[in-house]
């Protein structure tokens, strides 16, 4: 029914998958993404196609069309600061509701290797999914932006 592709540096995707991965994250994140630059960034990130540690993005796809995606970073650390962060994640806004979501976080906690952290805005529905799948909260994020 579905079908899973994960992109990493052994396996990277052509310029035109890229793209439209792109698109998709920029588009289905809503006011809750970034540029599509960023985005690309992080992709290029997770297949090493730019100096980095890695790490991988996951596609979730029927029939051609994207469903969802998301994009782990590996931190090249370990122990306080987890093995790898979650940049992005997004599902279709047709298909919310559906478990889409929740398997695309499954497939991604069993590809990645170590611990998982991410960023959500407290406002950000898909907090509620993170906590159900045993992510928590015990750090309080402040930042200094120059």
Known sequence: ?????????????????????????????EQFGDPPADIQRAIDYSIKAIGSFGGFTLILSHEDNILGACVVNQTGMSGYIPENILVYIATHRDHRGKGLGKLVMNKAIEQAKGDIALHVEANNPARYLYEKLGFTNPYLEMRLKK
């Not at 995707?13 to 998709?24: L, N, S, V």
């Open 1 to 29: 029914m579905f079908k899973t592709t994960i992109y990493n540096a052994f396996n990277p995707p052509g310029e035109i998958e890229k793209q439209d991965i792109t698109r998709f994250l920029y588009n289905h994140l």
